[in-house]
């Protein structure tokens, strides 16, 4: 089964007993990301500078891709500011609700919802299909650990959840740790074409400042 490196980040993302995300901001900016990845490799998308340019609105066949196709090029046609971090700012939480919708439309996940205390509404998604997401991380495994020569998708999901610093998501534990300088090799590696790479540059770029300037708030907040 054929899945997009947005859901690819999202199963990696999702506890598999309880359904909840973890790390669920910095998730929702490499879900974005993803998209915009996906659409760069299909050359649907191209990024210059940090801009983002529609190159081709033809639909990919996919339609998480097509829906995400189709909102990029109404938003980039209308703003002068059509750079990846504000698409990012801007996106991240549509996307990922298109992605887990996408993932419970193809049975790999399920939804539960229930009130916290009868109040709060609480979605979960447990994985149903554990198939695709064993696949990933194999996949993962193969490159990142064996030093298998990685594809153009699995070194871009590579580069997305590097520069998120999310390795933990692929490799628990103590594993994440020591596996950072092989993902931050692969993810500066020449593997694919220069526009593909941009996009995966500006969204490193887009997170990092994303994530600094949170870490400051919290610090100002806190008074640290």
């Known amino acids: 089964m054929h899945v997009t490196l947005a859901e690819e980040i999202m199963l990696l993302s999702l506890d598999d007993d309880s359904g909840q995300a973890k790390d669920r901001w910095a998730v929702g900016w490499i879900v974005a990301g993803g998209l915009l990845l996906e659409l760069a490799l299909a050359e649907r998308i191209r990024v210059d500078g940090g801009r983002v340019e529609v190159a081709d609105t033809s639909p990919t066949g996919d339609p998480l891709l097509d829906v995400q196709l189709e909102a990029v090029a109404a938003w980039a046609g209308s703003t002068k500011s059509a750079t990846v971090a504000a698409w990012l700012r801007k996106d991240q939480a549509r996307s990922v609700a298109a992605t887990l919708e996408s993932l419970r439309g193809r049975g790999i996940v399920t939804e539960e919802?229930?009130?916290?205390?009868?109040?709060?509404?609480?979605?979960?998604?447990?994985?149903?299909?554990?198939?695709v997401e064993r696949e990933l991380r194999e996949r993962l495994g193969r490159v990142v650990l064996d030093g298998a020569e990685p594809d153009a998708r699995t070194a871009g999901l590579i580069g997305l959840l590097h520069g998120a610093r999310l390795h933990r998501l692929a490799f628990p534990g103590e594993l994440g740790k020591s596996v950072e300088p092989r993902m931050a090799a692969l993810a500066e590696g020449q593997w694919a074409a220069d526009a593909v790479q941009e996009t995966i540059r500006a969204t490193q770029v887009a997170i990092l400042a994303a994530t600094t300037a949170a870490t400051v708030a919290a610090s100002a907040a806190t008074g640290a």
Not at 113 to 130: Q, Y
């Open 113 to 131: 919802r229930r009130r916290v205390l009868g109040l709060f509404p609480v979605r979960r998604f447990p994985e149903a299909d554990g198939t």
